[in-house]
């Protein structure tokens, strides 16, 4: 079984900053891709970023420049800093992975945690 433990939401105002982590862990679960998803009120789900095993990176337009992923491979942890937070990243922020373990394809995500950025 696939664990997601993330961390690091809260309130801040607009132009501060917040980072969150995600930690991963499972037996024999090797990882390729690690990202971060946000889902704000009434909306769909939508991709913020994501970084592969070998550090390849893909961000939202709406974030580049302002949102920083990285992850370190020995910890199972993936994190995204954000900084120049604007009143409509306000979301809920949820960590995927996909890869593999024994019993084969892995696509696991957290429960989520919530960004309040006051204007």
């Known amino acids: 079984q696939v664990q997601l433990m993330e961390s690091g939401g809260g309130l801040v105002q607009a132009g501060g900053s917040l980072r969150l982590s995600c930690a991963v862990s499972g037996s024999e679960l090797k990882i390729n891709v690690m990202g971060w998803y946000r889902q704000a009120p009434g909306k769909q789900r939508e991709l913020v970023a994501t970084?592969?095993?070998?550090?390849?990176?893909i961000y939202a337009g709406s974030v580049k420049g302002r949102f920083t992923i990285s992850r370190d491979n020995a910890k199972n942890t993936v994190y995204l800093q954000m900084n120049s937070l604007k009143s409509e990243d306000t979301s809920v922020y949820y960590c995927?992975?996909?890869?593999?373990?024994?019993?084969?394809?892995?696509?696991?995500w957290g429960k989520g945690t919530l960004v309040t950025v006051s204007s």
């Open positions: 995927n992975v996909k890869g593999y373990n024994w019993a084969g394809p892995v696509d696991s």
């Open positions: 970084i592969t095993s070998g550090g390849s990176t």
